[in-house]
């Protein structure tokens, strides 16, 4: 059983093939080996409350929220700080840890880059 | 003189500091001797049509529009498609071609799912 956990936490939007992305990165991790639920912020399921508590039932001690968004803007400057703080005082004795979002990282931005030259060719 | 220039297509945010990511894309592609705009969907200028016309004004007759989104949702499959028919029609002689979304391309899912890995050492 694995006690740490992460959350891939995506805006969502009413078409469901939309989350086809996010749910090829969950496989992807799935695959090495990681415990992996995907979450998202509004429009489709689970929330991000919700996933927490499947993981924390199931014995998961450290969760680590993953935003899979390429900018922050509210969502993730507001609303995500308070429903970190929730999920803290709901679940005492759980770490969750927060990690910023994937369009700071200088190596995803250097493989959008990338990719958009190959796009030209 | 490029005649080729590529509009980077974001979906806009109220915060300035929303853009920084998209910026250093563009940054990038510049610094590698490429023609390239930014442009948003809704919430910051300039607009798709905006970009567009600054850059046929300079002689460009091929315009690649890359979609910077990670997922496609409406935004995509409606109001893009709408608004390259616009481009084609105010801008006769002018080539405008659109590229699957950021998310879409196998690559990409592997460098998040490889970032999201090095978030849990």
Known sequence: ????????????AREPEWARPFERVRDALRSDGARVELAYLELMTPTLEEAA???VSEGVKTVTIVPLFL????????ELPERMSALRRNHAGVE???SPA????PEIISAISAWVTRKMR
């Open 53 to 55: 508590r499947v993981l």
């Open 96 to 98: 969750f840890r927060v």
């Open 1 to 12: 059983m694995l006690t740490s956990a992460i959350i891939l936490f995506a805006h969502g």
């Open 71 to 78: 900018a922050s803007g509210k969502h993730l400057k507001h």
């Open 102 to 105: 994937l369009g700071e990282d």
